[in-house]
């Protein structure tokens, strides 16, 4: 056949293939960007400003749907869905720059949006490591010191089997080690800060003088982070995304740590007490932008934010397949992804499996979770994780043939 249609997943295919044909190489960087087409929606517009923007958008040959009463004037705002190319949408922000009802503003938002979405060049600086993300899938090994942890409580609450495992666990393939005093599964009972440090600080120590890797401290409190980061950690991970107690971002911006931030609400005892969502990816990207806010606020450096749109909290197993599927929408706050969905219930649920029979599950999740952008994984079953994730990583830098 003399037709082909090419899939494209970046800006480097699209070089390739632009190369391929043989052009002028000063022409490349206008064709590039018409190498991507996009779907943006913008919500609650006011229908004035919908038609100006429907206008707009048909004036550079790309188009946008709002309701059918906007055009009478019938109802005073309209979602709006906007189709183009990178190049369209470059064209029709500049047109908004000198638009009245707010135009200018969104304008600005669809430019930054776009950047982040297409963003792969990431860095995550925690202590004194330099991550690099975007090239790089990482896998985040998980250590739980802890009697209750869901999957593996008890079997590793002494300090010698954690720090055994631990070692074991770089040796698999993890490239971050996340030690945890507390579990977070849904009705897990508090642990105390005392108690929590007694756990995990003396596993760090030693742990860091063994092994070159980030360690994290998996943590919702500032003065547990403070200990394990003084110990040795070097990544703050707090499932609460600041909101249990907003002083870790201070910890975090004054020792340079690592801060993961993940999307939750409640806390464990009634996160999983019937969630609800009006609109669910809106709002877990609503709620890590404030919980991003927060932290910058508090002087922690955007290099140094990771965000996590916390798989199995507050969130029912549609919920968390919805979350999997749509993950590539987080791209536009501009932060590395770290997805956690290792053995976790909806696997179970979807699977009708106990814990311990979830590893092909959790592969698919993973892999699926790396198509659409995830760019650290974190797993207990490291070394099946590993393998998998370097597989993946081969077939998406192959390129089109």
């Known amino acids: 056949m003399k037709v082909r249609i090419l899939t494209l997943k970046n800006d480097l295919d699209a070089l390739e293939s632009i190369n391929s044909v043989g052009v002028y190489p000063e022409s490349i960087k206008f064709l590039k960007p018409k190498a991507f087409h996009l779907i943006i929606k913008l919500e609650k517009i006011n229908s004035a400003a919908c038609n100006i923007i429907k206008q707009e958008m048909l004036s550079i040959g790309a188009d946008a749907a709002v309701a059918k009463d906007v055009i009478s004037g019938r109802i005073k705002d309209s979602d709006c869905l906007l189709f183009g190319n990178i190049s369209q949408f470059n064209k029709f922000c500049h047109k908004l720059k000198k638009q009245p009802l707010g135009l200018k503003e969104i304008g600005r938002e669809i430019n930054e949006v776009i950047a982040n979405y297409r963003k792969v060049n990431y860095i995550f600086r925690c202590g004194c490591y330099k991550l690099y993300p975007g090239k790089k899938v990482y896998i985040m090994g998980i250590l739980n010191i802890t009697p209750d942890s869901f999957s593996d409580g008890n079997d590793f609450y002494k300090p010698e089997a954690a720090i055994k495992h631990g070692l074991d666990l770089v040796k698999a393939g993890a490239d971050i080690i996340d030690i945890g005093g507390e579990s977070t599964r849904p009705g897990a009972q508090r642990v105390s800060c005392k108690e929590q440090i007694r756990r995990v600080v003396p596993v760090i120590e030693v742990l860091k003088k063994k092994i070159k890797r980030p360690i994290s401290i998996d943590t919702r409190n500032s003065k547990v982070a403070e200990a394990a980061i003084r110990a040795g950690a070097s990544i703050i991970n707090d499932v609460s995304g600041l909101r249990c107690d907003a002083k870790i971002a201070q910890v975090a911006a004054k020792y340079k740590s690592g801060l993961i931030l993940t999307h939750s609400k409640g806390t464990p005892q009634s996160m999983q007490r019937n969630p609800k969502y009006n609109s669910l990816m809106p709002e877990i990207i609503d709620s890590l932008s404030k919980s991003v806010s927060l932290a910058i ?79 650290i994984i974190r797993a207990h079953d490291v070394r099946e994780v590993s393998q998998a994730v370097k597989m993946v990583r081969a077939i998406t830098k192959a390129g089109n043939a």
Not at 335 to 361: D, F, Q
């Open 297 to 375: 606020k508090h002087k922690v450096k955007a290099e140094q934010i990771v965000i996590d749109p916390g798989i199995g909290f507050s969130k029912t197993t549609e919920h968390n397949l919805k979350v999997i599927n749509n993950l590539a929408e987080l791209k536009i706050l501009g932060y590395p992804i770290l997805i956690g969905t290792s053995r976790k219930s909806l696997i179970g649920n979807v699977l009708n499996l106990p814990i311990e029979k979830r590893l092909a599950g959790t592969i698919a999740t993973v892999v699926y979770s790396i198509l659409e952008g995830a760019n």
